[in-house]
DNA sequence: GCCACTTAGTGTGAAAAGTCAACTAAGTTA
DNA sequence: TAACTTAGTTGACTTTTCACACTAAGTGGC
């Protein structure tokens, strides 16, 4: 691994950043935070946060700290996106940031500023506004992440209530591919996955057809298709 | 992101750490380094050393110069896998290795023991030595990726020279997946996803009938299938 | 009360893809 | 020149996929 030979050396400047991402409406949003700290003083920015040696156990719970301060959620849908670090992200020099990506219900959330930060608000995911950082680069990525895994997994679930019916799962996957789906194919597709449950009994009402209500088998847990939708 | 009101505080130790695959029979093997010092003095651990901030222009080029003083090899395909971070890892402190992963020819490699090390050697990928750290964890998680990677993306064919047949390639694919492939289905599959062109006039002659030899369209770039193979 | 409307959920037939195995091709070796 | 080995193709049969139409079950208008 390394030498502790070496003479001591400035380690980087390491944090934690979020790409929070939720479903209102049929848009998928995600959460920007205003800076109020140089450097880029009043841009928006992805929430993040240094790591806490003293306070963090590892790097899934620091992002959950950063989660928790920033929106309340406490059990979201958290996955490591990938890390980004160099010599010219931050003017302040050499840095590390691991970016976590999480999937929350908009609902659930009370948003607070947190630390550093003057305001937080809910964007469309496809914004054009500018970003503090590399932190564009970083937004892109994770919707790559995001729309590429959506085709052969459950992920897309996590945007949801608890209960919901077949057809605004389905939505959901339409609306972070931007395509239409085969009603019938998708639901081939669900069963086989074989990762919701009917709640026997409960419905949704509308002025329609009632439809079945469903939950997730093993909430928090992706599961994946070995077929693209 | 971050409060630069903070008080200042301690930042954990940042490395690089490689998982480095190549093939050689029809096995996949994985290159360990032994440790020259202490924590794990002895141990066999994965190659790896600490992000020189005046040295790394950012974490790709880190894990570039790790990957070519153990290995000499300069253009590897190399994907970053994740960050293992937390206070435990590492008995001198909280430290965040962020884990790249490594495609490359093992007879293009001429092995040294580079700093902190007494030797590097290759196992095979499922080896059961004992690890520092959580590089077993680490390990392992590179085997899934590649494994769960196989089956949709042309990524396998990093572990071959640059020209090879369609022959040699399904078994490296066989290999990493531990079963047989169809022989038409996957020259078919292989058509489709287009990213090998044959090498005309070029051919393998051994003792039996001639095969074509390939290479790859676009080197050093992963193109993904939309169906399983 | 009945019909239009909406969304839920299922069925069906044609087309595409996968499976399995045999077949031809082209070289080397004895 | 015949046996052997691996390359590469073909075809019949089965399974899956896809597009689309159909039935189901509620509400609301009149």
Redesign the pocket.
Known sequence: MENPDEPEFPRPIASVDLVIFAQSDRRLDVLLARRANPPFVGDWALPGGFVHADVDADLEAAARRVLSDKTGVETPYLEQLASFGGATRDPRGWSLSVVYMALILADRVTLRSGAGTTEAQWFQADTKVSLAFDHRDILGAALDRLRSKVGYSTLPAHLLPEAF???ELQAVYEGILGRAL????F??RIAEADFVEPITGEMR????????LYRLKRARHTTLFD?AL
């Open positions: 019916t077949l057809g085969e009603k019938s194919a639901r081939k009402r509308a002025s329609n057809r009632p439809a079945q077929r």
